[in-house]
C-alpha cells in the first residue's frame, strides 16, 4: 500500500525502488529524486488499505444480501446482480 499511497500523493513519481534495508527511493520521469513525506505515505497507506478492507467487506455484505433474497425469491437490486453474473 505505500508505493500506491506514494503515486496518490506525488503525481510526478514514476518509479519506486524500496532497498534491502527498507528506504523508498522515488524518482521522477527524469531520474530526478522526488522528496517524500513518510509521515503522510504512512496515513495514506493506512486510508487506503482502510477503504480497501470496507470495500471488501461491502463486496461480502451485497453477496449475502443477493443470496437471502433469491433464496427468499425477491427482486434483486442491479448491484446484487452484477456480484452473481459469471
Known sequence: MK???IYNLYPNAK???ETED???E???ADGNEVSIDMSAVNTKATELQTQAEADEQSLIDLKASAKAKLIAGEALTEDEANTIVL
Open 3 to 5: 508505493h500506491e499511497a
Open 15 to 17: 518509479s519506486i525502488n
Open 22 to 24: 527498507g528506504v523508498l
Open 26 to 28: 522515488v524518482k521522477d
